[in-house]
């Protein structure tokens, strides 16, 4: 009545070996390391720079031992978590600004284990540590993009209209300034941007070489550009951080200008802090005649400088804002591409200037926004660093087109293939609609994960040696096999949540004590149904086959509800409640194969076939 067929014991055992085999590798602590990386992906670390690296922490009496991964990029470790600030800083003044030095911990699990595909857990940031980052957006800069925008715009406005103009130029304050030959052409122009633009206000020029206007934004136009500068990179960022797939992310708004987005368990700092701080947008310009005047036209060098520079007109076609899917790729040579596809609006814009200029070449602008901290110059005690900010724009391609383009076209001419899919990740997950600049980066403290996982741990410990202890003294034997199932359970959770990458924070700890209590119940529950079937008479092998059978429902039913709230707290939770959803979920699965599938296969191996006079219950 009480046995299982081979094949059942030997898929549990399986299972359970599984289990044990995919925890182990969280025996195996992570060690500090300096991660380095390129500031761009087209710069690759070599030798001779982590040597320089390493010549460096030798000369600070640093110790260390470094390596060059095959994923690229170079990994120091380090023989202390106290030295890790101080090696950061003596590293960075090594190698430059060309390259991305940050703090990280580096995995030590064995490589017979790695190449099975084990990982240790993913620590949140209030357990293992992690990065935050607090990013300043600049809101000049989205008026003024903004007002390129508006150039670009009143232009065809006017050419569509038959107004010559003299001059439309945006400035940096948020105005425009346009000249006309005449009065007559200047009133025809007021009135068609009075009907088009409302958040303008008009005013004359007076003193200027020729009739002239000036259209300054409206206050409350000038906000809402900033309030949507902040919204969009809000979820622009949030789609990078997806795409990087860090688990559990924090990203949100903080004060006016400023947006802070926290890390936990992330394992490659220095791309994330690459990706993050990349405006990673593209300008798509025509390639002006040599003839062209200079105030309609702009010089950019090519990013492979030996190519040189060329003479490309102001006037944009259409931005980066205008890209809805970006896809890495390869062309028919085997060189890296990206293939963009354009919204209605940018396809459109992009089609109307191309079918006017077939056999013209258009180029590729690539923008990137740089950051630097300028400290004080020697003598001038307690004046503040001042920071400031670059842009550097290059051209990737300068192509012929050779027929009118629309929707979809390629990008060519990039370095490399992981060039081609950091930049299509960058677009794919949205552009920002103004620059950002890591003002502040903090690793959370090791001290202060430690303390955590100590408290954690401790909760875990005690609640789990006093349920195994009453459990062991109230239902003896079958106390035991309820124990050993729990101790499973845990191996089990741990495993899962291993290798599904999911990480690990002070609420999921809060879920797998809850887990262990209710994984208690279901025993609590089978062992109560035998005993009360012992004592309505029942032989102690018909006990042991009905408390099982007749308890599973209940079982089923209690787990199954608890598994619906927590699946609805991981759909509409943040972070923290999130991390108690997944360990609750896991637990819940987990905690019914070990309550019921492993405690039954211990019963069925000890009391299975034997004729038993009592239980030990």
């Not at 926290?262 to 700092?269: A, I, N």
């Not at 405006?279 to 005047?293: H, K, M, V, W, Y």
């Not at 400290?375 to 004046?383: I, L, W």
């Not at 124990?483 to 949540?497: G, P, Q, T």
């Amino acid at each position: 009545m009480n046995h299982y067929p081979l094949w059942k014991n030997l898929l549990i055992a399986a299972l359970l070996a599984l289990g044990v085999l995919y925890a182990l590798p969280n025996l195996y602590p992570d060690e500090p390391a300096l991660q380095i990386t390129g500031a761009r992906s087209s710069i690759e670390l070599d030798e001779l720079r982590l040597k320089d690296a390493q010549a460096a922490l030798s000369e600070a009496g640093i110790g260390h031992h470094a390596s060059l991964p095959e994923d690229g990029g170079g990994i120091i470790r380090l023989g202390s978590e106290d030295e890790q600030l101080r090696a950061k800083e003596i590293v960075q003044a090594a190698l430059g600004e060309d390259y991305i030095v940050a703090q990280n911990l580096a995995p030590t699990t064995p490589g017979w284990l790695h190449n099975l595909g084990g990982r240790p857990l993913n620590l949140g940031l209030d357990l293992r540590g992690g990065v935050h980052f607090q990013l300043e957006v600049d809101m000049a800069k989205a008026v003024e993009q903004r007002i390129g925008v508006y150039v670009s715009e009143i232009k065809s406005l006017l050419r569509e209209s038959r107004t010559r103009y003299r001059l439309v130029r945006g400035n940096k304050d948020g105005t425009i300034v346009m000249k006309f030959t005449d009065a007559e052409r200047l009133e025809t122009a007021r009135r068609l941007v009075e009907d088009e633009y409302t958040e303008f206000e008009i005013n004359d020029l007076p003193g200027e070489d020729a009739p002239s206007i000036r259209l300054t934004l409206s206050d409350a136009k000038r906000k809402e550009i900033q309030d949507y500068a902040i919204r969009q990179n809000l979820t622009t960022l949030r789609n990078r951080v997806n795409e990087l797939g860090v688990a559990e992310p924090l990203v949100q708004r903080q004060g006016a200008s400023r947006i802070v987005v926290e890390l936990p368990g992330v394992q490659d700092t220095a791309l994330a802090k690459r990706v993050l701080g990349a405006t990673a947008n593209l300008e798509f310009r025509l390639e002006a005649s040599p003839d062209a005047g200079p105030s309609s036209t702009e010089t950019h060098l090519f990013r492979d400088e030996a190519r040189g520079s060329a003479l490309l007109e102001r006037e944009l076609i259409v931005t980066g804002d205008s890209v809805i899917n970006a896809q890495a790729n390869f062309d028919e040579n085997g060189q890296p591409q990206v293939n963009i596809s354009l919204d209605a609006a940018g396809g459109k814009r992009m089609n109307h200037v191309t079918r006017k200029a077939v056999q013209r070449r258009m180029a590729v602008l690539f923008l990137e926004y740089k950051s630097r901290v300028v400290k004080p110059e020697p003598g001038m005690e307690g004046a503040e660093p001042k920071r400031t900010f670059t842009v550097s724009k290059r051209i990737i391609s300068l192509a012929t087109i050779q027929e009118p383009l629309g929707n979809r076209f390629r990008i060519t001419g990039l370095d490399s293939a992981a060039e081609s899919s950091e930049l299509a990740l960058l677009l794919r997950a949205g552009s920002l609609a103004a620059p950002v600049y890591i003002v502040e980066e903090r690793t959370i403290g090791p001290s202060l994960g430690k303390e955590n996982i100590q408290r954690g741990l401790e909760s875990v410990i005690l609640g789990f040696v006093a349920v195994l202890l009453f459990i062991a003294v109230y239902y003896r034997v079958f106390g035991l096999f309820a124990n050993v199932a729990l101790a499973m359970n845990l191996v089990l959770i741990i495993a899962v949540m291993s290798l599904i990458g999911a990480t690990l924070t002070l609420p999921g700890i809060a879920g797998i004590v809850l887990t262990v209590g209710m994984a208690v119940d279901a025993n609590v529950l089978i062992y109560a149904r035998i005993r009360e079937e012992l004592a309505n008479g029942m032989t102690p092998q018909a006990a042991i086959h009905a408390g099982y059978d007749r308890a599973f429902l209940t079982i089923l039913d209690a787990n199954i509800t608890t598994l619906l709230a927590a699946l609805i707290l991981f759909a509409v939770g943040t972070g923290p409640v999130k991390g108690f959803a997944v360990t609750l979920s896991i637990g819940i699965v987990t905690s019914m194969f070990t309550a019921i599938m492993v405690t039954r296969a211990m019963t069925n191996l000890v009391y299975g076939g034997r004729r038993l006079a009592r239980l030990n219950i």
